[in-house]
């Protein structure tokens, strides 16, 4: 039998284990993780029950590549993501992985790239997809001087509580990202499954209350040096302001408010994603000292390969 592509809602255990080693070897040679956090938050306990999981065996059996789809956009359509084991690239793996993708997903896909490889870009073209959307990674050094920061009028600051503060989060978060599903369609059961992962901190978390109502937030992330092969860096992992509350300022204020918190934790540097068509966003955080770091790419297009 020749190279193989298994489809499932949820891999058993021991495939887990072959996809994380997959994923290692790849984050390795590449600098860049292959996956992001919702598809290894799915990969490990899974989730949305119509995403699939798709495995690929070389013809000797060894689990040599893994694909998500994921129906995240009913709109614009699947996305997903995909990653080869370094010592089986160039053997024709990822277009046979592709191809089953485009299969699944019927013969139309939007696809992430992670870094921005020239492998990636060329089996994008191979496939018949072009480049439609840039993610971009920016980063600041925490030794730089943060400029200060006043809160509007009648807006308090305080941090997360679990177990008390899901509703009003969720609501705010669908309000501020109302047309960016992949951060505004969060379910309460994706936000309880971040609760529960080892670099959640409630006191990171911070949220602008106006009264007795969410107006904003700005949640931190610290990544380990354990994790990901380098020392700590925090992260601007999601700062949404409610829309009855833009232009007050208030997101900007969250921003180096959770800035200070992570300077106060001792890291050295502050890393976050913005879209490259989100130019006001983008034109904010230059202003706050961050640079362009690297990209993260979506392809669009695609028609199944005989």
């Known amino acids: 039998m020749g190279a193989h592509v298994k489809i499932s809602e949820r891999l058993d255990d021991v495939e887990i284990t072959q996809v994380l080693g997959i994923v290692e070897a790849a984050t390795e040679a590449d600098g860049v993780r ?23 065996h070389a013809a000797d059996g060894t689990p040599v590549g893994y694909a998500h789809v994921d ?15 370094p010592a089986h690239r160039r053997q024709g793996h990822g277009t046979r992985l592709l191809r089953a993708v485009l ?40 030794f730089a ?24 989060w969720l609501k705010v978060n669908a309000a501020a990202f109302a047309h960016h599903p992949e951060q505004g369609a969060w379910t309460r059961d994706d936000l309880i499954r971040r609760e529960r992962e080892p670099w959640f901190d409630p006191e990171g978390f911070f949220l ?15 990544h380990g040096s354990s994790e990901h092969g380098h020392e700590p860096l925090g992260e601007v992992y999601v700062v949404g302001v409610d829309p009855s509350q833009q232009g007050t ?17 001792g890291l050295a ?23 362009r770091w690297d990209v993260d790419v979506m392809y669009a297009g695609g028609q199944p390969t005989p």
């Open 34 to 56: 292959p996956l992001n956090e919702h598809v290894m938050l799915h990969l490990r306990y899974g989730g949305d029950p119509r995403a699939r999981s798709l495995l690929l």
């Open 71 to 85: 129906p995240t956009d009913e709109v614009e359509g699947p996305s997903a993501e995909l990653v080869i084991h």
């Open 103 to 142: 299969e699944l997903a019927g013969g139309r896909v939007r696809l992430w790239a992670h870094g921005d490889h020239a492998g990636a870009g060329a089996l994008a073209a191979s496939s018949g997809f072009e480049r439609v959307r840039s993610l971009w990674q920016m980063r600041r050094s925490l």
């Open 145 to 168: 001087p943060l400029p200060p920061y006043t809160l509007p009028d009648g807006v308090r600051l305080r941090t997360f509580v679990p177990g008390q503060d899901e509703d009003a």
């Open 208 to 222: 602008a209350v106006r009264g007795d109502r969410l107006a904003g937030f700005h949640w931190t992330k610290i």
């Open 249 to 265: 300022g208030l997101g900007r204020a969250l921003t180096l408010a959770g800035l200070n918190h992570l300077r106060a934790r």
């Open 269 to 291: 540097q502050a890393m976050l994603y913005v879209d490259e068509a989100n130019t006001a966003a983008i034109r904010l955080y230059e202003s706050l000292g961050f640079a």
